[in-house]
T-cell receptor
């Protein structure tokens, strides 16, 4: 079974700061997802990537397949970015294995 | 274009009660997943349907958990004789196609928060 570790578990930042959340996994994968979960809300998919780098607005996700590591970056963070960010990996099949999530709080 | 919906959003049950949680996937989505998310944890896989066929139920924690999708659209997760350790958020997700060479994004519902007293 793939072990997915995220760091940090909790992160507090001031508005405008650059944020990095890390994810590492133990077994080779076919894809990695970054997900966002607001309190009391459902989960929204931010990125799905299997190599390289993707950018969407202020969000950037990178993955290093050889090192089994991915990072999610948020530039110019804003209080509305406050949420739990979850990394999930997909094996060659369909099943997702999730990390425990990183609780991000961005203060104004 | 409605997303994945789940009902009820919140459910409080007394220990020993049976509960039924409903998931309405996005219309036309072939694959459907159920996950269990305990407080402070990431979601954990419970079961997977392709149309009406339950292809994987390896994540169901006990035989008290049962899921069905009889017509290949709406799915119901039933928990019999609920226990306190069943308290969690139950998430449903769907994707348009069955598992294949394409890596499909999963569309998640808002979840049902189950509290067993």
């Amino acid at each position: 079974k793939n072990e997915v570790e995220q760091s940090p578990q909790n992160l507090t930042a001031q508005e405008g700061e650059f944020i990095t959340i890390n994810c590492s996994y133990s077994v080779g994968i076919s894809a990695l997802h970054w997900l966002q979960q607001h309190p009391g809300g459902g989960i929204v998919s931010l990125f799905m990537l299997s190599s390289g780098k993707k950018k969407h607005g202020r969000l950037i996700a990178t993955i290093n397949i050889q090192e089994k590591h991915s990072s999610l970056h948020i530039t110019a963070s804003h209080p509305r970015d406050s949420a739990v960010y979850i990394c999930a990996v997909k094996d060659g099949n369909y099943k997702l294995t999730f990390g425990k999530g990183t609780l991000l709080t961005v203060n104004p | 274009g409605a997303g994945v919906s789940q009902s009820p959003r919140y459910k409080v049950a007394k220990r020993g009660q049976d509960v039924a949680l409903r998931c309405d996937p996005i219309s036309g989505h072939v694959s459907l997943f159920w996950y269990q998310q305990a407080l402070g944890q990431g979601p954990e896989f419970l079961t997977y349907f392709q149309n009406e066929a339950q292809l994987d139920k390896s994540g169901l924690p006990s035989d008290r958990f049962f899921a069905e999708r009889p017509e290949g659209s709406v799915s119901t997760l039933k928990i019999q004789r609920t226990q306190q350790e069943d308290s969690a958020v139950y998430l449903c997700a769907s994707i348009p196609k069955p598992r294949d060479r394409t890596n499909n994004e999963q569309f998640f519902g808002p979840g049902t928060r189950l509290t067993v007293l």
